[in-house]
């Protein structure tokens, strides 16, 4: 089955341990992308990916790392988690980059950051 | 300003009835997608339909269609013949060729509740 896959689902954790959430696609996708989703802010791109070793920052990514070592693979990294990175964050891919192209969304990971 | 509007923040409908759900957007870039996710209460994002912005002809999926009016920068997604498994929320998105990064930028979505 084509799908992104997030792991952990849920995730509690304190201030400064650091964390990192993995996502692979079976899609053999150019483009993947992470986003968080917060409540009276919607979905906001964190950082992005064009292809391996091509990775650049969206709209909010401070205090986030990201790596494309393998094009299946695109893992966000949470060097020192702060409770302002609560929130629940999705990972998507698509073939291409432009606008025709369908972004798939992994199922969600909820951390909370005590 | 906003580049994607969705002024309806809960919608009500009785099963079997159809429902608009509005959306507005706001680009200059000529060339962009436009869709429409469900998220249930579970939380997962559901693509429902595409609708390009040289496509003549309205997008339709199954029960969803999506009704493009370009002239008035409108793509509001018609749901036909409700089911009670279609409560969730709604969110409309625009995926803009040209832009950095090409995120795909996401209304505030609009909460359907189908009732029996």
Redesign the interface.
């Known amino acids: 089955e084509a799908q992104v896959t997030q792991n952990p689902r849920y995730l509690i954790t304190v201030t400064g341990k650091k964390l990192t959430v993995t996502c692979s696609q079976n899609m053999n996708h150019e483009?993947m992308?992470w986003?968080r989703q917060d409540p009276g802010l919607?979905?906001r791109?964190i950082y992005?990916s064009m292809n391996v070793e091509v990775t650049?920052k969206?709209?909010v990514p401070e205090g986030y790392k990201v790596s494309r070592k393998e094009k299946r693979n695109f893992p966000l990294i949470l060097e020192s988690p702060s409770p302002n990175q609560t929130s629940?964050y999705?990972c998507?891919s698509s073939l291409g980059?432009?606008?025709?192209?369908?972004?798939?969304?992994?199922?969600?990971s909820?951390l909370t950051v005590l | 300003a906003q580049k994607i509007t969705q002024t309806q923040p809960g919608m009500f409908v009785q099963e079997k009835e159809a429902v608009t759900l509005d959306c507005t957007y706001d680009t200059s870039d000529p060339s962009y997608g436009l869709f429409w996710y469900k998220q249930p209460s579970s939380g997962e994002m559901i693509f429902l339909i595409y609708q390009g912005s040289y496509d003549q002809q309205n997008a339709t999926e199954g029960r969803y269609s999506l009704n493009f009016q370009k002239a008035r920068k409108s793509a509001n997604l018609v749901i036909s013949a409700s089911q009670l498994g279609d409560s969730a929320m709604y969110f409309c998105a625009m995926r803009e060729t040209n832009q950095a990064g090409t995120a795909l930028i996401f209304g505030k979505g609009t909460t359907l509740s189908v009732s029996s």
């Open positions: 483009y992308s986003y919607g979905l791109q992005y650049d969206g709209d629940l999705f998507a980059r432009s606008g025709a192209n369908v972004l798939t969304f992994g199922a969600g909820r």
